[in-house]
DNA sequence: CAAATCAAGGTTATCGTTTACTCAATTTAA
DNA sequence: TTAAATTGAGTAAACGATAACCTTGATTTG
C-alpha cells in the first residue's frame, strides 16, 4: 500500500528552518506573547512557504478539543431539520468546529453505540435535534458532562439542560385569528400528537383565539394526526363528510397541510376559494406548493444558530443567561388563505 | 473553569490493573495476535468494568486516520442532497466513520478555507456532492492525494477521477416514451442550463423518445431553465400561450415540475386532465404534490451509498474497478399523467 | 549602581496510543 | 536430546503539538 497522503512538514521543520525552538513555533501559531517581532515575522513567512497546516490530532491530544460538534438527528428528512441544520452550519462556520452528522434512524443500538463513541473525547459538544426527548442521551451527556443542547420541538420543557424552541403556542394563536379575521367561523384544527406539549400548545392558541372572538369550540373540527401527510389526508376528509363542514382548515405542520391539499384536489375543492388551509413551520417546500401555502414560520435557521451559538458558549465554559430560549413564530401569508366564500357572516 | 468532560480511564491504566504492559492491552483491543485467551479475557473484563473508550485523538496522531469523511455540499436544500445523504450514512454506519458535513454555499473563499483546515490529515477522504464541477478543489484533493469521489451531476463526465452518476439519458428517454405510450403527440420540455452534461443528456433522450415514435420535434417545445422553481412557473407560461400548447410537460426536474403546478393552478388547469406533468429526480418532496408527481427515479440513497462504499474502498488503499458508475434510473408513475383530453390522435 | 523587572526564547515532560524490536519460556522437529 | 520455531509478553520510541517552568540578557528603578 502507497503512501496515501501527502507528507505535511510539521512544526519541528519549521522551527528547524528558523532557528528557534518549537515553542516558539506554537506561540507564534497560537498568537500568544514572547515572541519578538522579527521572529514572528520571519516564522510566519516559512509558515506561508511551507504551506504549514497544523496537525489535528496533535493538538486535539494534547488540548483535549476536538473541534468537532456532533449532531444528532432521528431522521434525514423533512425541511424542519434541514432549516435548523442551516443555521447551525452558518454559526459554526465563523467558530472553525466542524460539524459532524448522526442519523439514529430511530434505532435505539445505533443510537448507544454512537453516544459511546462519543466518550472519548472526541467531541467537543453535542446538538440535540430529536423530535422527542430522548432522556436516555441527555441523561448520558449530562453524566459525563458533555455540553449540548437541544433544538425544536419536544416533549416537555425542561430546564435541567439548554433548550432552544419557539413560540408554539402564539403560532397557533395567531393563524386562527389571522382565518377569523378574514371571516371564517368555521375553523378545523388537525393537531400534532397531544401527549407532545407542543402539540398542546398550537390547539391551546387555537382555543384561545376562538374564545376571544367569541366563537364557540366545536368538538368536531378538531381532530388528531401524527404530522404526516397521510394524516392530513385523512382528516381532511374526515372534516369534508362533516354534516357542517369547516371554511378553513389550520393543518398543523406543513406537512399535514400537503395532505390536506391532495384531499382537496381530490375532491376538487380549490383553495382558497372553497377552503382555506394554513399549515405551521415554513419548511422551504412550502413555497412550492399549488397555490403556496399561507404558514405560521418557525425560525428554523435561527433557533439552529441560536443553539449552535450556546453550545459555543458551554464549550467555552461561559455560562447561559437563560436555559431555555423560545423564538418568535410569524404569520407568512401566501395564497392558500381567504375570506370563506359565502361572504360575510349571515347576521344571527 | 472547572473540568468540563469526566476523566476517562486510558490504557495505561487497564494494564495496570491488569498487570501487564500497554502494548498487550493494544494488542487486546485491536484484536492482534500474541495474547494469551486468559490475558486477553482479563483485559476485555477490565475494559468492560471501566466503561473503557479509546481515545480518539491518540489513536488519530499515531495511525493517521482520523475516522472522518467530509462531506461537501452546495447548499443544504433540496431533497435532491438529502437523498444521496441518506444513502453516506447507512455506508458509512457500517464502517464506523464519522460524517463532517460541510455547506461551501457557494461561497470561494469558506471552500478554500475548508480545503485548507483538511490538509492536515484531520480527514480520511471526501465526498463531493457539488452541482457543477469545482474542479479546482478536485485538483487539491489529487494534488495531496486524499481520497475521494464525486457524486451526482456534475459537467463533465470524467475518469480522472471517481465519480458517481445515474443513466440520465436513459431517463430522459423513459419520460418522453412515457408521455407517448399515453397518447401524447404534443410533448414540452423544460430542460436544465444546457451547458451542463447532465441537462443535455434529458434533452437527447427526449429527442431520441420522440424521433423513434415517429413524432416530429417543435422547437418551440423545448425551453431552457435554470432547475429552479420560477423557471418551471415561467417557461409554463409561455408554453401555454404558445398558439398550439403542448399537453404534456416533462420539466426537467421535479422543482420545476412544482412550478409547472403553480402555473397550470393559477390558469385553473387540472393536472392530469388537462395537462400531463413529468418531473425527474423523485426528491421526496414530490409524493406530497398535489396529485402526486409522476417523475423519473434517481436512486438517490443508492448513489450516495456507493459513493461512500468506493470511498472506504479507496481509503483502504483498495484499486475500485470502474472509475466512473451510473445507476439506474426508472419511471414512478403516481397520478400527473394521464392520456391528453382529446382522445386518441385524430386520424391523419 | 545594585536589585528588581521584563521580554524573548528554550527545556522538557506530557497527551494516550501504536509499533518495531527484543526477550524469555515453551513447544516442535530432527 | 538439542537446535529451531513459536508464543506470550514487554521496552521504548515515536506521532506532533502544548505548557509549565527555566534561562539569559537587557532595561528599569530606587
Redesign the interface.
Known amino acids: ?6 507528507k ?1 512538514s510539521t512544526m519541528t521543520q519549521i522551527a528547524e528552518e528558523a532557528g528557534v525552538s518549537t515553542t516558539t513555533v506554537s506561540k507564534v501559531l497560537n498568537q500568544l506573547p514572547g515572541v519578538g517581532a522579527k521572529t514572528r515575522a520571519r516564522i510566519l513567512e516559512l509558515i506561508e512557504q511551507h ?1 504549514y ?6 493538538r ?2 494534547r488540548k ?1 478539543q ?1 473541534g ?1 460538534i ?2 444528532a438527528i432521528m431522521r ?2 423533512g425541511g424542519y431539520d ?1 432549516g435548523i ?2 443555521g447551525i ?1 452558518d454559526a459554526l ?1 465563523e467558530s472553525g468546529h ?6 439514529t434512524n430511530e434505532d435505539e443500538a ?1 443510537e448507544l453505540l454512537w453516544l ?2 462519543l ?4 467531541t467537543d459538544g453535542v446538538l440535540l435535534l430529536l423530535p422527542y426527548e430522548r432522556i436516555g442521551i441527555a441523561k448520558t451527556l449530562l ?5 449540548f443542547v437541544a433544538i425544536g420541538d419536544r416533549n416537555e420543557p425542561t430546564t435541567v439542560f439548554p433548550t432552544v424552541g419557539s413560540t408554539i403556542w402564539l403560532g397557533g394563536y395567531t393563524a386562527t385569528e389571522y382565518l377569523i379575521s378574514l371571516g371564517h367561523r368555521r375553523i378545523a384544527i388537525i393537531t400534532g400528537p397531544l401527549h407532545l406539549t407542543t402539540s398542546r400548545a398550537r390547539l391551546a392558541g387555537y382555543r384561545e383565539a376562538l374564545e376571544r372572538a367569541g366563537i364557540a369550540i366545536d368538538p368536531a373540527l378538531i381532530c388528531e394526526g401524527n404530522y404526516l ?1 397521510g394524516d392530513g389526508v385523512q382528516q381532511a376528509y374526515a372534516l369534508l363528510d362533516l354534516p357542517k363542514p369547516p371554511t378553513a382548515i389550520f393543518a398543523g405542520n406543513d ?1 399535514q397541510a ?2 390536506v ?2 384531499a ?3 375532491r376538487n375543492i380549490r383553495i382558497p376559494d372553497a377552503m382555506s388551509v394554513i399549515g405551521f413551520d415554513d419548511v ?2 412550502t ?6 401555502l399561507t404558514t405560521i414560520h418557525q425560525p428554523l435557521a435561527e433557533m439552529g444558530k441560536m443553539a449552535a451559538n450556546m453550545l459555543l458558549r458551554l ?1 467555552a ?1 461561559q455560562q447561559l443567561e437563560s436555559n431555555h430560549v423560545e423564538l418568535s413564530t410569524s404569520l407568512v401569508v401566501r395564497e392558500s388563505c381567504a375570506a370563506p366564500r359565502q361572504g360575510l357572516l349571515p347576521a344571527r
Open positions: 500500500m502507497e503512501q496515501r497522503q501527502i505535511r504551506d497546516v497544523q496537525n489535528h490530532a496533535a486535539h491530544l483535549g476536538s468537532l456532533d449532531l434525514l428528512e434541514l441544520m442551516r452550519q462556520e466542524r460539524l459532524v452528522f448522526f442519523a445505533t459511546r463513541r466518550l472519548d473525547q472526541s453524566e459525563h458532562k458533555i455540553p401527510l406537512a400537503a395532505g391539499y391532495q382537496l384536489y381530490q422551504a417546500s413555497a412550492q406548493m399549488s397555490p403556496p464549550i465554559g
